[in-house]
Nanobody
Framework: QVQLVESGGGLVQTGGSLRLSCAAS????????MAWYRQAPGKDRELVAV???????NYADSVKGRSTISRDNAKNTVYLQMDSLKPEDTAVYYC??????????????WGQGTQVTVSS
């Protein structure tokens, strides 16, 4: 069994910053790509940022220049630093990871989501 547990969401004013964390635990052998998605009310879930096992990153245009994704492979953890937050960043943020379990099977895992609310 593998779990992804997110933390770091909350309420922040426009222009503020938040750092989200997501830790993988359980029967983890290795982790490939890790990513953050978000879903605002009434909208589809969208990719925010992704980081490969080698550290290459890609961002949605809407957060490029304001967000930084990083990972600590020793801790099986991915982070999302979000700066200059805007009300339109308000959403539930989900962690996603492509993980090889100790039985050498790959699966795609999702965290439970963490709410980010940016007040105007």
């Amino acid at each position: 069994q593998v779990q992804l547990v997110e933390s770091g969401g909350g309420l922040v004013q426009t222009g503020g910053s938040l750092r989200l964390s997501c830790a993988a635990s359980g029967r983890v052998f290795s982790i490939n790509a890790m990513a953050w998605y978000r879903q605002a009310p009434g909208k589809d879930r969208e990719l925010v940022a992704v980081i490969t096992s080698g550290g290459s990153t890609n961002y949605a245009d809407s957060v490029k220049g304001r967000s930084t994704i990083s990972r600590d492979n020793a801790k099986n953890t991915v982070y999302l630093q979000m700066d200059s937050l805007k009300p339109e960043d308000t959403a539930v943020y989900y962690c996603n990871a492509h993980i090889m379990s100790v039985d050498y099977s790959y699966s795609n895992y999702w965290g439970q989501g963490t709410q980010v609310t940016v007040s105007s």
